[in-house]
């Protein structure tokens, strides 16, 4: 089967909100005639947009693991527990399947950002054509798990409204939860701004 | 026949549905055609999907969203879980743990939170409740053009499942060292998990092939 033609080979393009069907234009001030909103070939300032939003979300990866994000203050002890000491806690005293999904959810699917968009990027830029359609499939990876890092932060929020027993026990969140909230933001951004269809625009081999 | 009817009804919306799709990940044009139950259009490029079949009708979808809007106000008020230490019980729900986030220092949290769980989601389901509640006659809502484009933007920052699945981690951290009792909010979040995940497969811009612009 014959590829389908590309939008701007047919002088076309998609409105990217409401995905109406127009003719192409490069005016920068042109507007979707359906929903109103900004009518663009590719998203605007992508590649610069993704970059520094995931540098940001690289840096601020360090406090957020070095940094304790809880304390567990009981009559007798201050326990206080980074994102890493909070899973082998879990899987020693809790359960240790849910252990492996916090791991995945915490630090397997920052990780994995990180490198996939890195990479993304590195080779959108250098206009490559290899394994397009695994790179847009990466994509699509990044897009659909990247929230799900908001697990650890969550579940720090309910114990900490959870345990207030005055003295006898409490537990409190540490500024860590804060700088691990503020990175699953900046990589969701850096993947909203990157742009899919740069992966399958001027391919040098194909 | 009722099923001819649904499917005149159908061919009668497709005069104003659009004859042609885009890959929103490739761009990659392709020709529409109605698609059978089940069935899920893929990019033939980059294997992004084009569009699937819409298998609930705009009724049963404002049918949907009234429940969602009425387990989002029951998970919303009632505890999700309650803890016993020595006879002492301290419960929470959603407000609970943004106010405590807020007042422990952590208010950078407790507002991705406050909009994650609470504000986004609502915004979602009024805004699809209002514009459906119009489309069920195919007609388009006053502003449909704004909550539509609002729609596209927040799916992505709604995090009810996470919140969810946050809450069987904090039960089982907390289950160590307290007694713990299920609240009715943790059910409701349940039932919102499993609305969510219904809808996930609906695209509510179809709405844009199914309505008309009121004629003024």
């Known amino acids: 089967m014959n590829a389908p033609p590309r939008a701007s080979e047919l002088g076309m393009m998609s409105c990217h909100v409401c995905r109406l069907v127009t ?99 590195v080779s959108v830029q250098r206009s490559s054509g290899f394994v397009a359609k695994q790179r847009a499939r990466l994509y699509r990876f990044v897009e659909l798990v990247g929230y799900w890092s908001m697990l650890d932060v969550f579940v720090v929020a309910i114990l900490s409204a959870l345990v207030h027993f005055k003295i006898l026990s409490r537990v409190e969140p540490l500024p860590g939860v804060v700088y691990f909230g503020v990175v699953v933001v900046l990589t969701m951004l850096s993947a909203m701004s990157f742009d899919p269809r740069l992966i399958w625009d001027n391919r040098k081999s194909q | 026949m009722a099923r001819a009817g649904a499917a005149s009804k159908r061919r009668e919306g497709m005069h104003n549905a659009q004859e042609l799709i885009v890959c929103e990940h490739c761009d990659s044009v392709y020709r529409r055609r109605p698609l059978a139950r089940g069935e899920v259009a893929d990019c033939t490029v980059c294997g992004a999907v084009l569009e699937r079949h819409q298998w609930l009708g705009v009724e049963a979808q404002f049918a949907l969203i009234v429940a969602a809007f009425i387990v989002f106000v029951i998970a919303n008020v009632s505890p999700i879980v309650t803890l016993g230490l020595s006879g002492m019980t301290a419960a929470t729900t959603l407000w ?83 007694d713990v009792v299920p609240g009715p909010g943790i059910w409701a979040f349940g039932f919102l998990t499993l609305l969510v995940t219904l809808f996930s497969s609906h695209d509510p811009r179809q709405l844009w092939d199914i309505t008309r612009e009121a004629r003024a």
């Open chain 1, 23 to 121: 003719a192409y234009t490069e005016d920068p001030h042109a507007h979707c005639p359906r929903c109103g909103n900004a009518l663009h070939v590719r998203k605007r300032g992508s590649i610069a947009r993704a970059w520094a939003l995931l540098a940001a979300a690289a840096i601020f990866y360090i406090p957020a693991n070095v940094f304790p994000i809880m304390r567990t203050q009981s009559l007798s002890s201050k326990d206080d527990n980074t994102i890493l000491s909070g899973i082998a806690e879990l899987w020693r005293a809790g359960s240790p399947g849910l252990a492996v999904i916090v791991f995945t959810a915490s630090i397997i699917v920052p990780v994995l950002k990180f490198v996939i968009m890195g990479y993304l990027l």
């Open chain 2, 96 to 178: 609970g743990a943004v106010i405590a986030m807020w007042n422990d220092g952590a208010q950078v949290v407790a507002f991705l939170s406050a909009m994650t769980l609470f504000f986004f989601p609502l915004s979602q389901i009024l805004i699809f409740g209002w514009v459906l509640w119009f489309a069920r006659d195919g007609r388009r809502a006053p502003g449909f053009a704004q909550a539509m484009s609002t729609l596209v933007r927040v799916k992505p920052w709604s995090m009810i499942e996470v919140f969810m699945l946050g809450t069987l981690v904090a039960v089982v951290k907390a289950h160590t060292y307290f």
